[in-house]
């Protein structure tokens, strides 16, 4: 379906044309004067200045031709003003042909612009055998948004999780074990028989583990010397620890499936930097023999400032002096895989901003050796530090790094202890619901804000069924499912035929104008991987809801059309908002 803006626009380029003026400046836009007006043409001042007259004159003879023309039933009132431009009111018959369009479309009209295109989304970026942590919160929350959205808007979206799988944290974790238990045969250089299939630990001695590990190899410098001799080994095949880092990876894949999994985040492929090692040799000596890697300082680096860059960027190192391959190497060697196996039309890597250089230098060098085409986006979209109310990264009581599971158990407990208050639902029920909420108010918490900012995390807000918060959300959803019940339990049905009638005042055409933007804001915040350009969207849609709600009886209007009118908004309303709910990632309960 056509945006309304454009369908506006469209309507009013005849009259523009007839006028004698280039249907070009009939562009439209919502206004930004809603005491005035509901949308507003700009285009007789454009226009004023390549057909030298005044604005007022081509706006008043423009204006006077549209509603002489054919499509003035669209329009409830269309005013020149000084100095010059076109204020525009819908007609509610029109409005209300919009919407009833809307719902008989798929999507409600939303039109499938990815077209089967592939678009690889890497997010998440756990590091296997380290706890999930918030930093990879937002990494998972916005990234499952941004897979939603363009997999709704009909691209082949691969979400990759893109583990940390291949460094030291292996070495740490096979010495560590090796001092508690030296016994096992991974250990014993004589040891020739079959390695034991079940792994010589479980996630919890695992979570265990690569703690005490890290913090040894602080302080005791001989251990550390070991690991990353353990690290060199493993990544040369070393079999006894290749069979140690299958199972670090098995136990600990299952944990973070299930962490995942708890959070609404799936993904399509679990692949890692491990996956990407068998293509690095030969991407060194390509970048060599393509004359882009040099060696500097015993490095091979490949240089990728472009005289337009204001700052000075320096080059993406291939290799150490040591011979070791990088994170930077990582990327590249995946990314030949990637599009040797899918092609991609478009990258999107969301992560922390503090990797902002590594993709500047991963992606350049990708497109200077050819292995990803010159125009294929690249999109590296940056996220900020999520502090605590003290401005500063988010931590534990004790000023810990705060474990995800126990954030998300503090936020449904909260909830939990907010749903109780009021004592109407059972507690299986409440716990039930509250994580349900919970979830809502973590995402939509995260999601609200523009990605790239820094914001704070106040659980108290995040929570609060009022203001801009995911629980107020859900709260319009779960009464406007009450209305419906309650219009069901007087004997009416919603399949009556009934029709949706041009509004009746204020409130109702405010809550149908928000109504018709929905297609522009998904296709928007998909273009600008901004998710919180729907959060904004749905926000205002509440509001007007709930006004709309406030100043009318619904279950009590008497007349059965307008009211099968008013049952039908609502439940459009309620459509919408549960499909851009999903399209953030979480979902609403059938009672809160
Ligand atoms: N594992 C990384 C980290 O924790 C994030 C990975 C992001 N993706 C990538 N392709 N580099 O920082």
């Known amino acids: 379906m056509k945006k309304i803006?454009?369908?506006?626009?469209?309507?009013?380029?005849?009259?523009?044309?007839?006028?004698?003026?280039?249907?070009?400046?009939?562009?439209?836009?919502?206004?930004?004067?809603?005491?005035?007006?509901?949308?507003?043409?700009?285009?007789?001042?454009?226009?004023?200045?390549?057909y030298k007259k005044k604005p007022i004159d081509i706006a008043a003879e423009v204006t006077e031709r549209l509603l002489a023309g054919p499509q003035k039933d669209m329009f409830a009132q269309v005013t020149a003003v000084m100095p010059g431009f076109i204020n525009i009111r819908l007609a509610e018959a029109y409005l209300a042909s919009y919407l009833t369009d809307m719902e008989a479309n798929p999507?409600?009209?939303?039109?499938?612009?990815?077209?089967?295109?592939?678009?690889?989304?890497?997010?998440?970026g756990a590091n296997v055998a380290k706890p999930l942590h918030v930093g990879h919160l937002r990494s998972a929350i916005i990234g499952e948004s941004i897979k939603r959205l363009g997999r709704f808007l009909g691209y082949n979206m691969i979400g990759d999780v893109h583990?940390?799988?291949?460094g030291l944290q292996m070495g740490l974790i096979i010495e560590e074990l090796k001092d508690r238990k030296p016994d096992l045969p991974y250990?014993?250089?004589?040891?020739?028989?079959?390695?034991?299939?079940?792994?010589?630990?479980?996630?919890?001695?695992?979570?265990?583990?690569?703690?005490?590990?890290?913090?040894?190899?602080?302080?005791?410098?001989a251990f550390k010397a070991r690991a990353q001799e353990a690290t060199f080994r493993l990544q040369n095949g070393y079999e006894p620890y290749r069979a140690i880092w299958r199972h670090i990876m098995n136990v600990s894949l299952a944990d973070l499936k299930k962490n995942y999994g708890n959070l609404g985040v799936t993904f399509d492929l679990w692949k890692g930097e491990s996956d990407a090692q068998q293509y690095i040799p030969g991407l060194i000596e390509d970048l060599q023999k393509k004359g882009l890697a040099y060696e500097s300082q015993g490095a091979l680096v490949v240089d990728i400032a472009k005289d337009t860059d204001s700052k000075e960027l320096p080059p993406c190192i291939i290799r150490k002096s040591d011979g070791a391959a990088l994170y930077a190497t990582s990327d590249l060697g995946t990314l030949i895989e990637r599009e040797?196996?899918?092609?991609?039309?478009?990258?999107?890597?969301?992560?922390?901003?503090?990797?902002?250089?590594?993709?500047?230098?991963?992606?350049?060098?990708?497109?200077?050796?050819?292995?990803?085409?010159?125009?294929?986006?690249?999109?590296?979209?940056?996220f900020g530090t999520m502090n605590g109310k003290d401005g500063k990264p988010f931590k534990t009581r004790e000023g810990g790094v705060m474990r995800l599971e126990h954030l998300v158990a503090d936020i449904?407990?909260?909830?939990?202890?907010?749903?109780?208050?009021?004592?109407?639902?059972?507690?299986?029920?409440?716990?039930?619901?509250?994580?349900?909420?919970?979830?809502?108010?973590?995402?939509?918490?995260?999601?609200?804000?523009?990605?790239?900012?820094?914001?704070i995390f106040d659980m108290d807000r995040f929570i609060s069924f009022e203001g801009n918060t995911g629980p107020y959300i859900l709260y319009t959803i779960v009464r406007i499912k009450s209305i419906l019940a309650k219009y069901r339990e007087l004997g009416k049905e919603l399949s009556d035929g009934g029709k949706l009638l041009g509004a009746a005042g204020e409130a109702e055409k405010n809550l149908m104008l928000q109504?018709?933007?929905?297609?522009?804001?998904?296709?928007?915040?998909?273009?600008?991987?901004?998710?919180?350009?729907?959060?904004?969207?749905?926000?205002?849609?509440?509001?007007?809801?709930?006004?709309?709600?406030?100043?009318?009886?619904?279950?009590?209007?008497?007349?059965?059309?307008?009211?099968?009118?008013?049952?039908?908004?609502?439940?459009?309303?309620?459509?919408?908002?549960?499909?851009?709910?999903?399209?953030?990632?979480?979902?609403?309960?059938?009672?809160?």
């Open 187 to 221: 250990f014993d250089q004589t040891f020739e028989g079959e390695y034991p299939p079940e792994a010589p630990f479980t996630i919890s001695e695992l979570e265990d583990i690569y703690p005490a590990a890290s913090a040894k190899s602080k302080e005791d410098e």
């Open 107 to 124: 999507k409600y009209g939303l039109e499938e612009t990815g077209k089967g295109e592939t678009v690889i989304v890497d997010y998440g």
């Open 163 to 166: 583990l940390g799988d291949w």
């Open 515 to 592: 109504l018709t933007k929905y297609n522009e804001v998904i296709e928007n915040s998909f273009a600008e991987t901004a998710p919180h350009k729907i959060c904004q969207f749905i926000y205002e849609l509440s509001d007007v809801f709930n006004k709309f709600y406030n100043s009318t009886m619904i279950l009590k209007e008497e007349d059965e059309a307008r009211q099968a009118s008013f049952i039908k908004l609502i439940t459009l309303t309620k459509g919408v908002l549960e499909t851009c709910i999903e399209l953030l990632g979480f979902e609403a309960p059938e009672r809160m």
């Open 412 to 455: 449904n407990e909260a909830v939990y202890g907010r749903i109780m208050e009021n004592r109407t639902v059972s507690p299986e029920e409440a716990r039930k619901t509250a994580g349900i909420i919970g979830l809502a108010a973590l995402k939509y918490g995260d999601l609200s804000n523009q990605a790239s900012k820094d914001y």
């Open 340 to 382: 040797k196996e899918y092609s991609p039309s478009k990258y999107i890597y969301i992560t922390d901003k503090r990797q902002e250089l590594h993709f500047i230098q991963v992606f350049r060098t990708a497109k200077r050796a050819g292995y990803v085409k010159e125009d294929t986006p690249m999109i590296h979209l940056m």
């Open 5 to 50: 803006l454009d369908c506006i626009a469209e309507a009013m380029k005849p009259a523009f044309t007839a006028c004698g003026y280039d249907d070009g400046y009939a562009r439209v836009t919502l206004s930004n004067r809603p005491d005035l007006c509901e949308y507003q043409c700009n285009g007789a001042m454009a226009a004023a200045k390549t």
